[in-house]
């Protein structure tokens, strides 16, 4: 059973234009999210984290936006840029930190068109 | 600089020849961990180290196993390799307290034949 959940396998968007990344997750439990992005032949790389105590959080081009009744994130990315083009991957921690790692969905590959 | 190494990062081996993959990092982190990804799954965590010597399970540790003599080094050891264990594979580490941030090696892409 899926506790994190990326519906979308991939998302196709214009250069300059708004990216948003869905993720949903299942388990209560969960009060860290984090987003990571992957290239080809690369390890993930952390891009942006939420607390569940916050409803967003912002870091230049990136937002994440958590809606906790709904147990939906979602990562904004504006404006995209081709250097954006990557597999997303939304990731969660169980409450307390997780000692035993993150919980992955299994990610979202997106296209920037020029 | 901080870094993750993961060694081989590719590899091509046959049913039942033991390897060893090994991890290493230089940011004196207290947790390790083993994550394989495979289309359409995502990561999936095989087996994590709290610290030394203190290791347990994750979602898939079936035909592996690991262990933790020093702080650095993280081994991921697949004593009878089969084809069902083809994937990418990924060392990730993070500091101790609540919440921190894992951070990835560059991976090691196995082939059993």
């Known amino acids: 059973d899926q506790q994190v959940k990326q519906n979308s396998p991939s998302l196709s968007v214009q250069e300059g234009r708004i990216s948003i990344l869905n993720c949903d997750y299942t388990?209560?439990?969960?009060?860290?999210f984090l987003w990571y992005k992957k290239y080809p032949a690369e390890g993930p790389t952390f891009l942006i984290s939420?607390?569940?105590?916050?409803d967003k959080n912002e870091d230049g081009r990136f937002t994440v936006f958590l809606n906790k009744s709904a147990k939906h994130l979602s990562l904004h990315i504006v404006p995209s840029q081709p250097g954006d083009s990557a597999v997303y991957f939304c990731?969660?921690?169980?409450?307390?930190?997780?000692?035993?790692?993150?919980?992955f969905g299994k990610g979202t590959h997106l296209i920037i068109q020029p | 600089e901080a870094q993750v190494t993961q060694n081989p990062r590719y590899l091509i081996t046959v049913t039942g020849k033991k390897l060893t993959v090994t991890c290493s990092q230089n940011?004196?982190?207290?947790?390790m961990s083993w994550y394989r990804q495979d289309p359409g799954l995502g990561l999936r965590q095989i087996y994590y180290?709290?610290?030394?010597?203190?290791?347990d399970k994750g979602d898939v540790p079936e035909g592996y196993k690991v262990s933790r003599k020093e702080k650095r080094n993280f081994p991921l050891i697949l004593e009878s390799p089969s084809p069902n264990q083809t994937s990418l594979y990924f060392c990730?580490?993070?500091?101790?307290?609540?919440?921190?941030?894992?951070?990835f090696g560059p991976g090691t892409r196995l082939t059993v034949l």
């Open positions: 180290s709290m610290n030394v010597e203190v290791t």
């Open positions: 939420i607390s569940s105590i916050k």
């Open positions: 990731a969660a921690l169980l409450s307390g930190g997780g000692a035993d790692g993150l919980t």
């Open positions: 388990n209560s439990m969960f009060d860290y």
């Open positions: 940011m004196n982190h207290e947790y």
């Open positions: 990730a580490t993070r500091a101790g307290g609540l919440y921190n941030e894992q951070f």
